[in-house]
């Protein structure tokens, strides 16, 4: 029997590509950049090949239009990612079109990624390695760079789910007080001893540090805007690791201008690759290029993830294990 047809559309490590091509006519994307994330043009070749199956990632304008314009043939899309705010998923239900993302296995990653951001801000990280490469560092000062350290600050994650729960393990090493807000209280085994929010003014009053772990969407568009940052204590820091939209950006710059926010550290953007302007002559703003899940070990989990879910739907016939439409 001739292999499923799947359309790739992005560079992946090696043992995924191997596997892809094993198991599937796989058109795999051998360049690093992607050839597009236009969803038209993912409808272009998707149609072109007669694609069973996509698999797309974060990023791909997997839109309506994209969606209805895709062939009959393609009968799921996984998405190289947990997140999927950029599948329409209500589109994907109206074509029968199965969506599977991969969860779980990047929880950690993202998660240390979040706490790397943390030290580099709070320990002036990004102002450190600028000073030593200037050539212009004269030596050790009693006063130089001073930061701050989070033994006993109060570290608030705003979204307590996997990653959330993950940055909270490798905070309580440091020392951190550990609070949180989320739709729900969680039991007791999930919280360990974090301190629930229901009231979300007493959260941001009470807490030293964001870090945010909301999904995309218009659910939490700006949803960390002016008036919100205004009632966080003077000296907060903010860290985003989750949805870049999630954030006004024009909010964030003013308080780290101002100062009322200390540093913040960021790995998404809003209507990334594109950076706000205003972020990149400050000092007090470490800025990654979505590192998140950019470990070898997390890539590969990915990866192996999305084909076990492609590989229910395609080649067992049966439920893929993480379904999301
Ligand atoms: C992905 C992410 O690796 O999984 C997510 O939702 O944001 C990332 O860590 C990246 O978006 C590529 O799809």
Same mark, same amino acid.
């Given at each position: ?15 995924? &590509? ?8 796989? $058109?795999? *994307? ?12 993912? =409808? ?15 990023? /791909?304008?997997? /839109? ?9 043939? !393609? ?13 329409? #998923? ?10 599977? *993302? ?20 709070? $320990? ?37 789910? $996997? ?13 951190? &007080? ?28 009470? #807490? ?18 002016? &008036?919100?940052? =205004? ?6 820091? !903010?860290? *985003?690791?989750? $949805?870049?939209?999630?954030?006004? /950006? &024009? ?15 960021? /790995? ?7 950076? *706000? ?41 049966? =439920?893929?294990?993480?379904? !999301?439409?």
């Amino acid at each position: 029997m001739a292999k499923p047809i799947l359309l790739v559309t992005r560079k992946l490590p090696e043992a995924i &590509e191997a596997r892809a091509a094993r198991d599937y006519d796989a $058109r795999l *994307n051998p360049q690093d950049e992607p050839w597009s994330t236009d969803g038209a043009e993912i =409808a272009r070749r998707a149609t072109a090949i007669k694609a069973d199956g996509i698999l797309g990632a974060a990023g /791909d304008k997997l /839109d309506a239009t994209c969606i209805n314009a895709l062939p009959d043939s !393609v009968k799921v899309i996984a998405t190289f990612s947990v997140g999927f705010d950029h599948v329409d #998923i209500a589109a994907a239900k109206a074509r029968g079109i199965v969506v599977v *993302n991969t969860p779980e296995v990047l929880s950690f990653a993202t998660a240390e990624c979040a706490f790397t951001l943390l030290l580099m801000a709070a $320990r002036r990280a990004v102002e450190g390695e600028a000073l030593v490469r200037s050539g212009q560092w004269h030596g050790w000062a009693p006063t130089q760079l001073m930061g701050v350290t989070l033994e006993k600050k109060k570290l608030g994650i705003l979204g307590f789910g $996997r990653i959330g729960r993950e940055l909270a393990n490798m905070a309580r090493g440091f020392r951190m &007080e550990i609070h949180y807000r989320d739709m729900q209280r969680l039991p007791p085994d999930l919280e360990q001893g974090a301190i629930f929010h229901d009231n979300e003014d007493s959260f941001l009053s009470t #807490i030293d540090v964001i870090s945010m772990h909301v999904p995309g969407g218009e659910g939490t568009r700006k949803w960390l805007n002016a &008036e919100r940052l =205004a009632k966080m204590k003077a000296g907060s820091i !903010v860290i *985003n690791t989750g $949805r870049g939209p999630s954030l006004d /950006d &024009e909010a964030l710059i003013a308080a780290l201008k101002s100062g009322h926010i200390r540093a913040a550290g960021l /790995d998404v953007y809003d209507g990334e690759p594109k950076v *706000n302007p205003g972020y990149l002559p400050l000092q007090n703003v470490a800025l990654l290029p979505h590192l998140g899940s950019a470990t070898i070990e997390t890539r590969d989990a990915m990866g192996h993830r999305a084909l076990e879910n492609l590989d229910a739907v395609l080649l067992q016939g049966t =439920a893929p294990p993480h379904r !999301v439409a």
